[in-house]
């Protein structure tokens, strides 16, 4: 009788057991540190791809839209058969915007997760922090809208093994703004207006500067902030003396609305211009009347026709409008599906042989990867113009 008592009892807690965890069905783990996507059943061999990125603060609406995205392009692919006849999974950290998370996440998705790539980062302080993990763990990483230089070369100008990237980088796009500033909108007289703690800023305006001069313009003001300023009023004043025609604003939708509105409110009329760091439509939100008639640099035209079937599907999804870092990571994602079809292999070092020599056409353009640079190499700029609450694409630009 006590042996029979004691199986029922065993059976019984067989039972609660998998009445609590599942019993090897698919499951959604969350928690503070990251978020993992399509947990694979019991046994079940699965090709694990890695994300990072800002799921909180002032970027999370840009983080949130990729890991997003690529959740929704890892469900849409494992209908069809996944990659080498395995599924996929998801497997994301939120860095908070810091580079030091940006580095654990990293660590923690190459050393416990066993992913095969990481996709993301969106920013290049983090972008740039990962590299020494990602060549120690011979895992790839592709950045997304992290477009400084040394995301991918060194100090020394040495491409980084395993860094690489989909989006055109600040050289580039700082010259573009110039260029189109110059050329295009006729100004001769510029300021700009600058985050000093950050080094797409610093990259921007530096290359702005250098061509808008070349150009034979002239920087009649150039001002600083720091990140968390949100009284832009002393250094727009000074601007405002200066009379530009032009304000070169290369920072974030956020300071970007709080400093358009704050120099509407003082009374500055000049144009103003930015970088890819303002699309989004928070600043429409923020600031539509005072970015009114003004232009960024932007990656791509969100009306062109070969995006609106992922943006219908992501619309479908998610009830939401895509914002620019969900286009890029689309195409880090199919580059990365390219990159394992071409090596017919999940091993690390494999794909990374294949993405330095990666040619495909993306929604966002045409990507030939530099072995020299990991960059696409020939990618052209999209000038984007605010016109009645909406981004408008103006022509396709490069820099000269």
């Known amino acids: ?37 399509e947990a694979s059943q019991e046994g079940e061999e699965v090709i694990k791809i890695g994300w990072i990125g800002s799921l909180t603060g002032d970027q999370a609406v840009w983080g949130n839209c990729e890991f997003n995205t690529v959740k929704m392009l890892v469900e849409e692919t494992n209908k069809n058969g996944g990659w080498l006849g395995k599924k996929l999974e998801a497997v994301g950290y939120d860095t ?34 990962i590299s020494a993990v990602l060549e120690e ?72 500067e250098e061509k808008f001069k070349e150009k034979g313009g002239e920087i009649v003001a150039k001002e600083g902030f720091k990140f ?15 009379e530009p025609e032009i304000i070169f604003m290369p920072y974030f939708y956020k300071e970007v609305a709080l400093s358009a509105n704050q120099a509407r409110e003082l009374g500055i009329d000049a144009v103003l211009m930015g970088g890819d760091g303002w699309p989004s439509e928070q600043l429409l939100q923020m600031a539509q009347k005072s970015i009114e008639g003004c232009y960024f640099v932007n990656h791509l035209d969100f009306e062109d026709p070969d995006v609106q079937e992922f943006k219908a599907m992501y619309k479908e999804k998610y009830d939401l409008p895509v914002e620019l870092n969900g286009y890029l990571v689309h195409d880090a994602f199919k580059l990365l599906a390219h990159a394992v079809e071409k090596a017919n292999s999940t091993d690390t070092v494999k794909i990374r042989e294949a993405l330095e020599n990666a040619q495909m056409v993306g929604i966002t353009g045409k990507i030939n990867m530099g072995k020299d640079t990991h960059n696409p190499e020939g990618k052209d700029a999209a000038i984007i113009k605010i016109v009645d609450g909406k981004y408008i694409f103006q022509q396709k630009y490069s820099a000269e």
């Open 1 to 37: 009788m006590k042996k029979r008592l004691g199986i029922i009892l065993l059976v019984g807690l067989l039972i609660l057991s998998c009445a609590l965890t599942g019993c090897g069905q698919k499951e959604i783990e969350t928690n503070e540190e990251g978020v993992k996507e």
């Open 96 to 129: 908070r915007g810091d580079a030091m998370e940006a580095v654990n996440a990293v660590r923690r998705l190459t050393a416990q997760d066993k992913v095969i790539a990481v996709l993301g980062p969106n920013a290049s302080g983090q972008a740039i922090s």
């Open 137 to 208: 763990m011979k895992v790839s990483d592709i950045a997304t809208v992290a477009t400084n230089p040394k995301v991918t070369v060194d100090d020394n100008g040495n491409v980084k093994p395993y860094n690489f990237r989909v989006c055109f980088i600040d050289p580039y796009q700082g010259a573009v703004a110039a260029g189109y500033a110059a050329d295009i909108l006729g100004f001769k007289k510029a300021a700009i207006l600058y985050d000093v703690a950050d080094e797409y800023s610093q990259g921007l305006t530096q290359f702005f």
């Open 228 to 242: 968390g300023d949100v009284d832009f009023r002393p250094q727009l004043s000074k601007i405002k003396e200066a």
